[in-house]
């Protein structure tokens, strides 16, 4: 069964600028902000959520991977990531140790999240 989404809870202090950074980062993945989610809660997707941000007391820390549609669309990801903030954690490139077909790259957002884009390759 596939997952619904994922939440990750952010600090207050740091909800809006978390909000700006992943605006700006998901585009690259083709997620834009959805309407109709409470004040303190912000949705990303296609059709439906599936990447939330919620305010929070405090940050949750999570690994989170998203699937990008191809390589082009992971190195987009972590550039814009890392323009917009985020640290190196795995420039975009094979992972050989995960699948000998896996490109990915890795980021740790702005408040300490590793997040990772990545899509398999053609053999």
Known sequence: MPIGHVLVKVAQ???A???Q???NVLKT???NVLP??????VGFGT???????KSSDKSSYAHVAFLAADTKAVDAFHAASLS?????????GIRA???PQYYASFIHDPIGNNIEAGTLTAA
């Open 17 to 19: 600028p978390t909000v």
């Open 13 to 15: 202090a740091d909800f």
């Open 97 to 99: 140790g995960i699948h």
């Open 21 to 23: 950074f992943y605006t």
């Open 84 to 92: 917009a903030g985020a640290k190196d954690n795995g420039a975009p």
């Open 36 to 41: 109709g989610f409470p004040e303190g809660m």
């Open 29 to 31: 993945l083709g997620l």
């Open 47 to 53: 059709a439906g959520p599936e990447f939330v941000l």
